[in-house]
């Protein structure tokens, strides 16, 4: 167990629909990451929030937004679903910025129909 | 920019004996980690080892060991006495030293033969 959660572990929706996944970092990190696993673009870096702030961004459709928020909770909002996001989605944290190791969370494996 | 490369898609190997992972990569940071992450059938990526490019010294941890060849940019993974809790997809990846993206490479599903 990494000590990142994320919620919820599956997801089913539809083409159109909107989703908001949730991670919980470890007890004292202030970095969490989001990535994307799919099997035509593999793993993938979307965004990193370090303490609130934006600050780094990836391969991150304009479709989708993160936020961190003061418990230092983070979410991923994903709008306009299509069939190609579906996808497995996984969380990172680490304690700060410039930190070699980050500590994933189980993931959401999110279903578009 | 910089990619991470695996050469083997897939490998199958007995219980109790030594495999090597292979993995490119190319940048051209002087700066940078290295890394190996293991995700078994559970999906959870679980980071197996590490190392800063900085040191020449390989990392070892238990049965896990690398050949990091900076000057080639390779660096492989050593599973010795493989057992059957081993098998997983293995992915190798790459960060830069003042950046904190992990750049994954396509991974090499292995499975250990009882």
């Known amino acids: 167990d990494s000590g990142v959660t994320q919620t919820p572990k599956h997801l089913i929706t539809a083409t159109g629909q909107r989703v908001t996944l949730r991670c919980s970092p470890r007890s004292g990190d202030l970095s969490v990451y989001w990535y994307q696993q799919s099997l035509d673009q593999g793993l993938q870096f979307l965004i990193q929030y370090y303490n609130g702030e934006e600050r780094a961004k990836g391969n991150i459709l304009e479709r989708f937004s993160a936020q961190q928020f003061p418990d230092l909770h983070s979410e991923l909002n994903l709008s306009s679903l299509e069939l190609g996001d579906s996808a497995l989605y996984f969380c990172?944290?680490?304690?700060?910025?410039?930190?070699?190791?980050?500590?994933f969370g189980p993931g959401t494996r999110l279903t578009v129909l | 920019a910089q990619t991470v490369t695996q050469s083997q898609p897939e490998m199958s190997v007995q219980e109790a004996e030594t495999v090597t992972l292979s993995c490119t990569y190319d940048?051209?940071?002087?700066?940078?980690?290295l890394f190996w992450y293991k995700q078994p059938p559970s999906r959870q990526m679980i980071l197996v080892i590490r190392?800063?490019?900085?040191?020449?010294q390989n990392a070892t941890e238990n049965r896990f060991s690398v050949n990091f060849q900076k000057a080639a940019k390779s660096f492989s993974l050593k599973i010795s006495d493989s057992q059957l809790g081993d098998t997983a997809m293995y992915f190798c990846a790459f960060m830069r030293w003042r950046d904190d993206k992990i750049i994954f490479g396509k991974g090499t599903r292995l499975h250990i033969l009882p």
């Open positions: 190392q800063e490019a900085y040191k020449q």
């Open positions: 990172a944290s680490s304690s700060g910025p410039h930190t070699d190791t980050q500590y």
């Open positions: 940048t051209s940071e002087n700066n940078y980690y």
